[in-house]
């Protein structure tokens, strides 16, 4: 588990869909901004990475954009936005690990 948020444990998952999806979203490269700006992604990327790869640990259901939205302000604030930035950085190495090659 990533994160607990009231008693529930959440996690991110990352797949080429998702991954797509949030480059859509931000009209930005996710790799080359990872590697522009030395694995320091903008809010707004990491954000959408966030909303769109939280899912509930137990069921594996993604959850909802603007409650997702909340959990990444939330997880923001309490652990600071570089310790988010790692733990998104972290997880993109671990599901696409072929990215980073």
Do not use: C, H, P, W
């Amino acid at each position: 588990m990533m994160f607990e948020i009231q008693g529930t444990g959440y996690t991110l998952k990352f797949n080429k869909q998702r991954i797509k999806t949030v480059e859509l979203m931000t009209k930005r490269s996710v790799m080359a901004e990872i590697s522009n700006n030395n694995g320091v992604l903008s809010m707004q990327t990491l954000e959408a990475l966030f909303a769109i790869g939280l899912v509930e640990e137990k069921t594996n259901v993604a959850v909802k954009q603007s409650k997702a939205v909340e959990i990444f302000d939330k997880v923001m604030e309490e652990n600071g936005l570089l310790t988010l930035n790692n733990a998104v950085i972290e997880k993109l190495q671990e599901d696409l690990g072929f990215m980073f090659q």
